[in-house]
């Protein structure tokens, strides 16, 4: 498959351009932490970690900085709703 199909079927672009944006779409984002003692709670990505598949994460409940895999450990929080309050 080429790269025109695979974009076209919402495949993931591993391209290094691919990876920056994906980088930077997840620096400062919202996230919720999926494993380990604060599994279900809320933070925020700081940006990536020390090694090529880690992130570090900041949860809102401590001054800790968290070294997780992304969608392994957390992921992306979505704010589906207009008003954050209704949701």
Not at 3 to 31: C, T
Not at 32 to 47: A, F, H, M, R, S
């Amino acid at each position: 498959m080429d790269y025109e199909s695979s974009q076209r079927y919402g495949l993931p672009d591993h391209s290094a351009e691919g990876q920056r944006g994906r980088h930077a779409k997840l620096e400062g984002a919202r996230v919720l932490i999926l494993t380990g003692q604060l599994k279900g709670q809320e933070g925020v990505c700081l940006g990536k970690g020390s090694a090529d598949n880690l992130w570090a994460v900041s949860p809102d409940s401590t001054n800790e900085i968290l070294s997780l895999v992304f969608e392994k450990d957390f992921a992306l929080l979505v704010d589906l709703s207009a008003n954050p309050t209704q949701n």
